[in-house]
T-cell receptor
């Protein structure tokens, strides 16, 4: 079973920042936080991951709380093409277990 | 650098037939993962393989399903005597390392199996 909790769905206005929360209160000290997304039945796409520190790449930023029990994925300027299901996953090596994710709808 | 290649993209089988799904990982990747996605459901882990070894098959159904990743050639997910409930999208992913930091998994576009 997935060890994360995410809202089922969220809306975001095009051009605004999308902030997707994730709770992982039982995360272990050596587990990483991963974010993936799946656009309309395509193969899932890696977005970003982190352990303790906040991370940023060309796609998004990942903010991890100091106690590591929750995190937020930030898409700084959402576009219509960011409409997808976003998955937050905690894992240490090997397989990734996907939960139900958050269905993000970016609206014009 | 080609991505993860899966074929066939679409496969139709009648009940009782066999389905073989192939996955060629990204160049230099030696770790392969198979996931299944039933219609309107999430991704379910099936099996994790390294070259010639099954590392974790905790998500594989006990019967009719098997997977291999030979020293040469693609990884194969084999489903014998398919039933309608096997209709799903089957995704393969590969990674460079499968150690403590799994890192980025690269997914293929999936193989969609329809059982009539």
């Amino acid at each position: 079973d997935a060890k994360t909790t995410q809202p089922t769905s969220m809306d975001c206005a095009e051009g605004r920042a999308a902030n997707l929360p994730c709770n992982h209160s039982t995360i272990s000290g050596n587990e990483y936080v991963y974010w993936y997304r799946q656009i309309h039945s395509q193969g899932p796409q890696y977005i970003i991951h982190g352990l303790k520190n906040n991370e940023t790449n060309e796609m998004a930023s990942l903010i991890i709380t100091e106690d590591r029990k929750s995190s937020t994925l930030i898409l700084p300027h959402a576009t219509l093409r960011d409409t997808a299901v976003y998955y937050c996953i905690v894992a240490f090596g090997g397989k990734l277990i996907f939960g139900q994710g958050t269905e993000l709808s970016v609206k014009p | 650098n080609a991505g993860v290649m899966q074929n066939p993209r679409h496969l139709v089988r009648r009940r009782g037939q066999e389905a073989r799904l192939r996955c060629s990982p990204m160049k230099g990747h030696s770790h392969v993962y198979w996931y299944r996605q039933l219609p309107e459901e999430g991704l379910k882990f099936m099996v994790y393989l390294q070259k010639e070894n099954i590392i974790d098959e905790s998500g594989m159904p006990k019967e009719r399903f098997s997977a291999e990743f030979p020293k040469e050639g693609p990884s194969i997910l084999r489903i014998q005597q398919v039933v309608r409930g096997d209709s799903a999208a089957y995704f393969c992913a590969s990674s460079h390392s499968g150690g403590s930091n799994t890192g980025e998994l690269f997914f293929g576009e999936g193989s969609r199996l329809t059982v009539l």
